[in-house]
T-cell receptor, first 109, second 112 residues
């Protein structure tokens, strides 16, 4: 059973388009994290959201934590080929981070 | 370079064999986590060590074991290997009081 469900699973868009990926759960999390993973590498932390309703911006990336702290979204404005990768959301359950299966994003020129 | 070092980067071995994967955490990080990543299951938590002691277990098979040494490096031992054990194995470390995990580049294990 996956604690965190991510959608869509795959996304292929052209450079300059906007997109949103979602991370949903039936569980409440004290915080949620977003990671980006490139082929052959480990995930790299992008952001941690802690407070319900919190919005964080990282250049063209906007992260939102749901009011009930059960869901989160990542919005990318004017996507670039360098944004290509696997986007993973993760929440602490017990002592360790549990990850969603990720959204694989491909941005073509 | 994330600061977390994993060796080897690639490993090819036969079914029934035993292998050891090694991880050196980021300097100052006491917590080490092991994850297995496969295409169908995603990133699955295996086990956590904190300052030499086992802290939590996830979906770790009985054929797998791990330990963390006094210098804080960790080893993941995989025995009686099966084809289905082929996957990427990641180690991550975390600083107490920090939310984020720092991952190594992983070990790609192929069992043939």
């Amino acid at each position: 059973t996956q604690l965190l469900e991510q959608s869509p699973q795959f996304l292929s868009i052209q450079e300059g388009e906007n997109l949103t990926v979602y991370c949903n759960s039936s569980s409440v999390f004290s915080s949620l994290q977003w990671y980006r993973q490139e082929p052959g590498e480990g995930p790299v932390l992008l952001v941690t959201v802690v407070t319900g309703g919190e919005v964080k911006k990282l250049k063209r990336l906007t992260f939102q934590f749901g009011d009930a702290r059960k869901d989160s979204s990542l919005h990318i404005t004017a996507a670039q080929p360098g944004d290509t990768g696997l986007y993973l959301c993760a929440g602490v359950a017990g002592y360790a981070l549990n990850f969603g299966k990720g959204t694989s994003l491909l941005v073509t020129p | 370079d994330s600061g977390v070092t994993q060796t080897p980067k690639h490993l090819i071995t036969a079914t029934g064999q035993r292998v050891t994967l090694r991880c050196s955490p980021r300097s100052g990080d006491l917590s080490v986590y092991w994850y297995q990543q496969s295409l169908d299951q995603g990133l699955q938590f295996l086990i956590q060590y904190y300052n030499g002691e086992e802290r939590a277990k996830g979906n770790i098979l009985e054929r797998f074991s791990a330990q963390q040494f006094p210098d804080l490096h960790s080893e993941l031992n995989l025995s009686s290997l099966e084809l289905g054990d082929s996957a990427l194995y990641f180690c991550a470390s975390r600083n107490t009081g920090s939310y984020g995990y720092t991952f190594g580049s992983g070990t790609r294990l192929t069992v043939v």
